[in-house]
């Protein structure tokens, strides 16, 4: 068992990290022209006034976003140093009125291990003389170096429960807390927007303090529309913090079930007096696609409607492959879970498959496995039904536990080293170490799982734990009432930093203001810690 630590700083020298200009570049102000919408008649050229945000960045590829004000032709320039003085160009997307002027670029054939410049220029599709000002960003690529080490932030939830962007406390100030901690990428690990979560312009508070919020027609109602649910993207994007974030680091998305709806799961037909639209699957479809709109992810998805695909293996050097699972799309009907047979459980049979054929495939020394709910955390629908794989019964595996249960077994007979569990959704931060000779079930060899979160929203207590697994809760913090606002109780936020000598990898559960909750060192080559 670890005992928490103090803080620790990454090394100055761990990146070329630029401040003033990129910050300056990417905490733009939105009034005026920039909260409008995209309209052809507006004069002028066009402007990228939401930021630039980089996805699933690779060795060798990474992909760059931006959203213009009109319709444009998207190009980006990169280069080894600020000045750009050499530069190749990589030629974009034309965005417009079918991707809300939304557009991504793939950057192929990246140095590994390098600090990439680049900018992003906007161009009138009838006169590419008339371009708009170029915005700039930089990332690291990946190494290909075992030596060269790995650090990642990761946490969600995000612009919960009515806690919007409160100007009085400087916004979404953990975005920029974790901005200075410089890592090489951000695990975002679920609920990145809250579709169904009302934000009024204020709200009186226990203690009788304001929070003030921004507010925005989209998050005015539980979102339906296409128009709505890109709304809520955009809402995100109001925060210089989150601005100048996406514009230093790159980040690698999932999404759990706030991108659509509290507690979805495909096929269900709502009974909310809220929505006028009551079948999940057609909401899903919107919400996806403006995912796709939204994100930079590399996998297939709906950006013209249809079921696209979220679970993808990013592949960060020989010392790291995160398996970013959907826990969310192919799960069978919240229930009891008390079921001795199930083949789809929550993450489908098809998404298994793979799962388990990338895992005896990888070899990178850490398998991270990104899950947007927890394992043996048990997680309410309601006053019968379970939201996530456990359910409180103690004994052998049910329900969606026997999917999980195969999972596990799976990587200890076939000898499956370095994996271990990163999540968010519950709303605090804890760490749980499961094991055989602790469980109901006892194929499977021990590992540990970590939460963090919230990154923006409300705090809650801990949840039970589920013993089918053998969970220890090793450490835990969280608030004793529900939802407390980020006013009341710290965000948290989890590191990961892969020594590249000893390939040691070293866990630190942060809060928001700079301490370091918890740590847990994991040494490699291991089947289960």
């Known amino acids: 068992m670890s005992q928490p630590v103090p803080g620790t700083s990454p090394s100055p020298a761990r990146r070329s990290v630029l401040r003033g200009s990129l ?167 679920g609920d990145s927007i809250y579709a169904d979560g009302v934000v009024e312009p204020s709200v009186t508070l226990p203690d009788g303090r304001i929070w003030r919020n921004v507010t925005t027609p989209e998050k005015s109602k539980v979102a339906e529309t296409l128009a709505e649910y890109r709304g809520n993207f955009r809402y995100n994007l109001l925060d210089h913090n989150v601005r100048a974030f996406h514009a230093q680091v790159p980040s690698v998305v999932q999404w759990d079930d706030h991108e659509v709806r509290n507690n979805w799961y495909p096929g269900q037909i709502l009974d909310d007096a809220r929505y006028t639209e009551k079948d999940v699957d057609v909401l899903a479809a919107r919400a996806l696609r403006a995912f796709g709109e939204y994100t930079p992810v590399s996998t297939p998805h709906a950006r013209a409607g249809g079921r696209g695909r979220m679970h993808r293996v990013v592949r960060y050097g020989p010392l790291l492959d995160v398996f970013v699972l959907d826990m969310r799309s192919y799960r069978n009907a919240n229930s009891p879970g008390r079921q001795a047979d199930d083949t789809t459980g929550i993450l489908g049979a098809e998404q298994l498959a793979w799962l388990k054929k990338e895992l005896a495939a990888s070899t990178a020394v850490w398998k991270v496995l990104a899950a947007d709910m927890p394992l043996g955390l048990v997680v309410p629908d309601g006053a019968a039904n379970f939201e996530a794989v456990a359910q409180g019964d103690p004994g052998a595996p049910l329900g969606r536990e026997l999917q999980i249960a195969e999972l596990l077994r799976f990587v200890k007979h076939r000898r499956i080293t370095g994996t271990l569990w990163l999540t968010a959704d519950v709303h605090y931060t804890s760490a749980q170490h499961y094991a055989p000779e602790r469980a109901a079930f006892k194929d499977f060899a021990p590992f540990w799982e970590f939460v963090s979160g919230p990154l923006a929203a409300g705090g809650f207590p801990a949840n039970a734990l589920d013993a089918t697994f053998g969970p220890e809760r090793v450490f835990v913090r969280a608030p004793e009432r529900a939802n407390l606002s980020p006013m009341e109780s710290p965000q948290y936020f989890g590191e990961v930093d892969i020594d590249g000598h000893s390939g040691e990898l070293t866990v630190r559960l942060r809060a928001e203001g700079g301490a370091v909750l918890f740590s847990k060192v994991l040494r490699p080559g291991r089947v289960g810690q």
């Open 23 to 189: 910050a300056a570049s990417a905490a733009l102000t939105l009034g005026g022209a920039g909260l409008a919408a995209p309209a052809f008649a507006l004069s002028g050229r066009p402007r990228a006034a939401w930021g630039v945000q980089t996805g699933d960045v690779t060795s060798s590829s990474g992909l760059v976003w931006v959203r213009s004000d009109r319709p444009a032709r998207m190009t980006v320039e990169t280069s080894a140093s600020e000045s750009f003085r050499r530069v190749r160009r990589h030629h974009g997307p034309l965005v417009g009125v079918g991707t809300d002027f939304t557009g991504t670029t793939a950057l192929r054939g990246l140095p590994a291990g390098e600090q990439i410049h680049y900018r992003v220029t906007l161009a009138d599709p009838d006169d590419p003389r008339r371009t708009g000002e170029p915005v700039v960003g930089t990332f690291r690529t990946a190494p290909d170096r075992r030596r060269d080490g790995v650090r990642f932030l990761w946490s969600g939830d995000i612009a919960g429960q009515g806690w919007g962007i409160n100007p009085d406390i400087g916004g979404f100030r953990a975005y920029e807390e974790m901005r200075r901690l410089d890592p090489d990428f951000f695990l975002c690990s």
